[in-house]
């Protein structure tokens, strides 16, 4: 069985500061972790993913996240919020070995002032 | 390359009425989703068909939704009768060989008011 819990549903930051969208994960597989990003009115679209090389991974748009096995976590992050950053973030979790069924969290809404 | 691409956008029905989404991927991909995405929620897989057999179903409520992907291309999914439940916007996903590794491509997404 797999899990996926994020642990914000909604982040509000400032333009030019920092983002930090949190998300833990449960498989019993080697798992491969995603975000994805939907803009409003627009279709789910891959920021990054992990599929077991480097446990820091970069994504588009300057966005990058972290795997840590030891907490269960792939959090992500990016160092500078832009106005066009504001959307529906999803992490995922996908087994390997289970016909590679996707399990989606919640869902993450970033809002960023001006 | 073309991407995923799903219709109607939009569709408002009565409960107790049938309804039908259609589904093209992106051309040669062997793997095709459907997910329920309610509002508040992330998507939920309903069914994965690899070329044109079933992976994974065991989240379809088969007493009234059923899918189909002919010669493994397209792929219409059906609601009948449709509950006010079933509200919620249906996404259509394809990659190439359906392994976990993979990224999914999203089509837009059919939008379903059930009144």
């Known amino acids: 069985a797999q899990s996926v819990t994020q642990l914000d549903s909604h982040v509000s930051v400032s333009e030019g500061t920092p983002v930090l969208l949190r998300c833990n994960y449960s498989?019993?597989?080697?798992?491969?972790l995603f975000w994805y990003v939907q803009h409003p009115n627009k279709g789910l679209q891959l920021l990054l993913k992990?599929?077991?090389?480097?446990?820091l991974v970069k994504g588009i748009n300057g966005f990058e996240a972290e795997f840590k096995k030891s907490e269960t976590s792939f959090h992500l992050t990016k160092p500078s919020a832009h106005m066009s950053d504001a959307a529906e973030y999803f992490c995922?979790?996908?087994?390997?070995?289970?016909?590679?069924?996707?399990?989606f969290g919640d869902g993450t809404t970033l809002t960023v002032k001006p | 390359e073309a991407g995923v691409a799903q219709s109607p956008r939009y569709k408002i029905i009565e409960k107790r009425q049938s309804v039908a989404f259609w589904c093209n991927p992106i051309?040669?991909?062997?793997?095709l989703y459907w997910y329920q995405q309610i509002l508040g929620q992330g998507p939920k897989l309903l069914i994965q068909f690899q070329n044109n057999g079933v992976v994974d179903d065991s989240q379809l409520p088969k007493d009234r939704f059923s899918a189909e992907r002919l010669k493994g291309v397209d792929s219409t999914l059906k609601i009948q009768p449709a509950k006010l439940e079933d509200s919620a916007v249906y996404l259509c996903?394809?990659?190439?060989?359906?392994?976990?590794?993979?990224?999914?491509?999203f089509g837009p997404g059919t939008r379903l008011l059930v009144l």
């Open positions: 996903a394809s990659s190439s060989r359906g392994t976990g590794e993979e990224t999914q491509y």
């Open positions: 992990y599929t077991s090389a480097a446990t």
């Open positions: 995922v979790v996908s087994g390997s070995t289970n016909a590679g069924k996707s399990t």
């Open positions: 051309s040669g991909h062997a793997t």
């Open positions: 498989s019993s597989y080697s798992p491969s």
